[in-house]
């Protein structure tokens, strides 16, 4: 896969049970899982490696496009999508420092500032990275737009909750 990525091989393989023909431009390791960054159709997309069946390494090359070089070089966090998601998240004031240090999304800017909230303005390439990102930094955050996602991650936390509560036997174990 190095060598295809370094030399420019196309890949024919396996995902999500569809055949794809990809144009791989990048291994990358995030969060403990190893992805590789591709062009499949003139849209970059993370396909995780580990899910990736019959590959085959063709002898035909493609030529890196300098569009994608630059897109890939300006995402640091690396998850592309053709339809990215907005939102507007309210963080704890000490969920803020955090901010600093990392780029968690395509695009996220402090918009607005008081004494116990920030108003965080996020692009993200998928929901899941907002609702990952709402895990993490739980109970500091709430998701304020879309509403609808505010919803999706009381339902993940309420089953969560619900899970919990029945996996723990009459003596305070986890079964």
Partial sequence: MCSAIKNHY????????????????????????????????????????????????????????NEKLAQIKENKN??????????????????TAYLNHKQFFIK?????????????SVTAAFEDEILNFAKLYLPYVKIIEPANLQSKFEKILQDYLEKSANATNTDGKIS
Wanted: charged share 25%.
């Fill in 10 to 65: 196309i890949l024919n393989f396996t995902y999500a049970e569809k055949p794809r023909t990809a144009n791989p431009y990048a291994f990358i390791f995030r969060l403990g899982v190893w992805y590789v960054l591709c062009d499949e159709k003139g849209v970059l997309k993370t396909f995780t490696f580990e899910k990736i069946s019959n590959l085959d390494v063709l002898e035909q090359t493609f030529s890196p496009e």
């Fill in 78 to 95: 690396h998850w592309f999508s053709s339809a990215p998601v907005e939102a507007i998240l309210r963080l704890s004031i000490t969920a």
């Fill in 108 to 120: 996220q800017k402090i918009t607005k500032k008081d004494e116990k909230f920030a108003y965080l």
